[in-house]
């Protein structure tokens, strides 16, 4: 079936540099890719999203690129804050309309002041 | 959480006992979800509606079962008949029914359940 692979699974970064997560969709028919934020206890918060028409969307530190070809999608955090510390999830669309997500398995990032 | 709630926030159950997880949203959203999540592992879908009156499995549905009477409200029962039910519980929403033009899903605090 369909599968979302994300690496790393834990990240440790300190303040100010960069951190880069890695995920690799398996559907072809993909076409919408979310990056959530998910802090202790609370639900996943939507942080930035991609479709598949476009190669790359940028919103302040956070930055998002889509290689369809190789069915890879990244997140890229720059100059990194301490309130960027939480778990990281990526997703991918299944389904004929993309009506649900296929989650990766999540990324605990921290960021060491 | 964007006006998606989610009750009680914890949650106990004694081994062999129903209980019921609460999810209700004012967005108008017309699609909602169930997720389990469980340490080191991503949201795994349990069911999900995208009408009122309709409904379909997840990948993990076995041991649950939902209703949606209500645009609004989205219930999970969590039975007896799910055998490791011990999780993170999240439900969520979506604008559209269907088209990759309203694809984002606004997710619920959460519900922690614990079977004792």
């Known amino acids: 079936g369909e599968n979302v692979e994300q690496h790393p699974s834990t990240l440790s970064v300190q303040e100010g540099d960069s951190a880069v997560i890695k995920c690799t969709y398996s559907?072809?028919?993909?076409?919408?890719f979310p990056w959530y934020k998910q802090e202790l206890g609370k639900g996943p918060q939507l942080i930035i999203d991609i479709r598949s028409n476009v190669g790359e969307k940028k919103d302040q530190r956070i930055a998002v690129t889509l290689n369809k070809t190789a069915k890879h999608f990244s997140l890229h955090i720059t100059e990194t804050q301490p309130e960027d510390s939480a778990v990281y999830f990526c997703?991918?669309?299944?389904?004929?309309?993309?009506?649900?997500?296929?989650f990766g398995p999540g990324t605990r990032l921290s960021v060491l002041p | 959480d964007g006006g998606i709630t989610q009750s009680p926030k914890y949650l106990f159950r004694k081994e062999g006992q129903n209980v019921t997880l609460s999810c209700e949203q004012n967005l108008n959203h017309d699609a909602m979800y169930w997720y389990r999540q469980d340490p080191g592992q991503g949201l795994r879908l349990i069911y999900y509606?995208?009408?009122?009156?309709?409904?379909q499995k997840g990948d993990i549905a076995e041991g649950y079962s939902v209703s949606r009477e209500k645009k609004e409200s989205f219930p999970l029962t969590v039975t007896s008949a799910q055998k490791n039910p011990t999780a993170f519980y999240l439900c969520?929403?979506?604008?559209?029914?269907?088209?990759?033009?309203?694809?984002?899903?606004?997710f619920g605090p959460g519900t922690r359940l614990t079977v004792l």
């Open positions: 969520a929403s979506r604008r559209a029914r269907g088209g990759a033009a309203n694809n984002e899903q606004f």
């Open positions: 559907d072809s028919a993909s076409n919408y």
């Open positions: 997703a991918a669309t299944r389904g004929n309309y993309g009506q649900n997500f296929v």
């Open positions: 509606s995208q009408i009122v009156n309709d409904f």
